[in-house]
């Protein structure tokens, strides 16, 4: 088994949609900034599981200055890396996924996301866990300035496929 790690922020911003493990959190009365759809949940994930199988970062996988990347659904990229994993002969065995958020409240959505990402990963959904937390109203996620997400993942060797 391999464990990695994975962390990313993104701001508000105005004017955008909010979407979260690949779910439109359609409460939200903010989205995320960013190249992609900013879904910062899966960022993390995918770090996460890039890390796990030292393959670098998304950063590297998907570069900003790639024009076609340009609003990219975060579902669509989080299938090439589990299918870029696969092909190295890993595959996910358990995620674990805290997203902090001082709003939208998520806890609703906490169902939904988990078995979004199970179906991305094809993975049971027992297998993938979701959290929110808030910081009590500190730093910038308090302030409301954005969403940061935490994601830790274990791989398991698997046959090449
Ligand atoms: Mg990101």
Redesign the pocket.
């Known amino acids: 088994m391999r464990i990695g790690h994975g962390y990313?922020?993104?701001a508000f911003a105005e004017n955008r949609k909010l979407f979260l493990c690949g779910v439109e959190i359609s409460e939200a009365e903010q989205g995320l900034l960013?190249h992609?759809d900013?879904?910062?949940a899966l960022?993390?994930l995918m770090d996460a599981m890039l890390g796990a199988a030292a393959l670098g970062d998304?950063?590297m996988q998907f570069p900003d200055s790639d024009p076609q990347l340009a609003g990219a659904d975060s579902a669509v990229l989080l299938e090439r890396v589990d299918r870029l994993l696969r092909s190295r002969g890993y595959c996910v065995h358990n995620l674990d996924l805290t997203i902090v958020a001082q709003v939208p409240k998520l806890q609703p959505y906490i169902q939904t996301m988990r078995y979004r990402i199970a179906q991305v990963l094809g993975l049971d959904v027992d297998r993938v866990s979701v959290k929110a937390t808030t910081e009590e109203g500190l730093g910038f996620t308090g302030r409301k300035e954005g969403i940061a997400a935490h994601c830790v993942c274990l791989l398991d060797e698997s046959e090449i496929s």
Do not use: L, T
């Open positions: 990313d922020v993104h960013g992609s900013a879904d910062v960022h993390a998304i950063g």
